[in-house]
């Protein structure tokens, strides 16, 4: 069965600071992985993908993530964060099987608290 | 573009009363799947459709049930309401043609008094 821990419930962090959300999963098949956003009273938004290829990936509000199959990681990182940036971080995982985005399993969120 | 469309947006129904969710897909989507997200939790997973047949089953409780139309609209129904049943109600919509991504709706807010 596939899950995903993020160690983090909150992460409050200073305006223009960097900061790192981590994320990690568990998987006995290859797997798709997502960050979504969420922010107050708002639905869930896709923020990036990692489905093969390219390790690192990025989004285009200056958010990373960088898969690493041997920590079985996914952290999140932006290396300098703005006010609009507080929100809900959810990191998911999918198992791909037949090609196909199946459910997502996610983890149990992150909240970055972004500080003037 | 078009997104994913959930109605009602809010939904207040008391104990015992019976709801009904809707979902209408992103067109050429034959996907849909159904989450619940309680007050401060990470969305759970209910239940999904591929071209109109239930293709996987989560913690959906006995009381609820879904199905999808021909138009590839879906609608969770769900009956004997507990409080327990607040939350908000995702819709998410994929397509096979292009893995990797599920398009959440606005979800359905839906209290229980």
């Known amino acids: 069965a596939q899950s995903v821990t993020q160690l983090d419930s909150q992460v409050p962090v200073f305006e223009e600071a960097p900061v790192e959300l981590r994320c990690n999963y568990s998987?006995?098949?290859?797997?798709?992985l997502f960050w979504y956003v969420q922010y107050p009273n708002q639905g869930l938004q896709l923020l990036l993908k990692?489905?093969?290829?390219?390790?690192l990936v990025e989004s285009i509000n200056g958010f990373e993530a960088e898969f690493n199959k041997s920590q079985t990681s996914f952290h999140l990182r932006k290396p300098s964060v703005h006010i609009s940036d507080t929100a809900e971080y959810f990191c998911?995982?999918?198992?791909?099987?037949?090609?196909?985005?199946?459910?997502?399993?996610f983890g149990t969120g992150t909240l970055l608290a972004v500080q003037p | 573009a078009a997104g994913v469309i959930q109605s009602p947006r809010h939904l207040i129904k008391e104990k015992r009363e019976t709801a009904t969710l809707k979902c209408y897909p992103i067109?050429?989507?034959?996907?849909v799947y159904w989450y619940q997200q309680g007050p401060g939790q990470d969305p759970q997973f209910l239940i999904s459709?591929?071209?109109?047949?239930?293709?996987d089953k989560g913690s959906i409780p006995d009381r609820f049930s879904a199905q999808q139309f021909s138009d590839y609209h879906s609608e969770l129904n769900m009956s004997s309401l507990e409080l327990g049943d607040s939350a908000l109600y995702f819709c998410?919509?994929?397509?096979?043609?292009?893995?990797?991504?599920?398009?959440f709706g606005q979800g359905t807010r839906l209290t229980v008094v």
């Open positions: 998987s006995s098949v290859s797997v798709y």
């Open positions: 998911a995982v999918s198992d791909g099987y037949g090609g196909a985005t199946n459910k997502l399993i």
């Open positions: 998410a919509s994929s397509s096979r043609m292009d893995p990797g991504e599920a398009f």
């Open positions: 459709f591929y071209e109109k047949m239930q293709s």
């Open positions: 067109p050429r989507h034959d996907t």
């Open positions: 990692y489905l093969s290829g390219s390790t």
